[in-house]
């Protein structure tokens, strides 16, 4: 019984509402049978309201993807594939951050050392960031004996833009 009581005063008012609406568009269509109602390219049209989506802000842009920086295993593998002229390649992190380091052995011919410039002038930077890392420096190199560089690229996770 308590269920009807709710239900009633729902039914009452959408048969209200739906006699409302076709009330509306019968007055519509006797006025438009007259000939009494002004047509739209005849009369004047003023808005004096804004637009509803104008008031809101737009909607912020999505985050950015989070960039994942890869294990160290896959930063080494990927130095090697990249410049298997270097020896003893390994990524470390320690109190003074994140390093690839690497030993370049003496060069063999002119392809060794053209590879070995590219490494240097960015190639080493441009492998690292597709890990998710980006280089904080230029890379450092000692020479631990005749024409054998040891080298530290210090790096850090990279952000998202």
């Excluded at 019968?26 to 808005?47: H, P, Y």
């Excluded at 637009?51 to 920086?69: K, L, M, Q």
Aim: glycine letters at 8%.
């Amino acid at each position: 019984m308590g269920r009807d009581r709710k239900v009633a005063p729902r039914q009452a008012l959408m048969l209200g509402c739906a006699a409302a609406i076709v009330a509306a568009g019968a007055w519509l269509v006797q006025r438009s049978a007259d000939g009494t109602g002004r047509a739209a390219a005849e009369g004047l049209v003023r808005v004096d309201l804004p637009a509803a989506g104008a008031s809101s802000p737009p909607p912020p842009a999505p985050a950015p993807a989070a960039i994942v920086p890869a294990l160290p295993d896959k930063v080494i593998a990927h130095v090697r594939r990249a410049y298997p002229l270097l020896t003893e390649v390994d990524f470390r992190c320690d109190a003074g951050g994140c390093a690839v380091t690497a030993t370049i052995p003496p060069p063999t011919d002119d392809a060794f050392l053209k590879q070995r410039q590219e490494m240097l002038l960015g190639g080493l930077a441009k492998t690292v960031a597709a890990d998710g890392y980006t280089m904080l420096g230029p890379v450092q190199m000692d020479e631990v004996a005749f024409n054998v560089f040891h080298i530290r690229a210090s790096v850090a996770p990279a952000r998202a833009r």
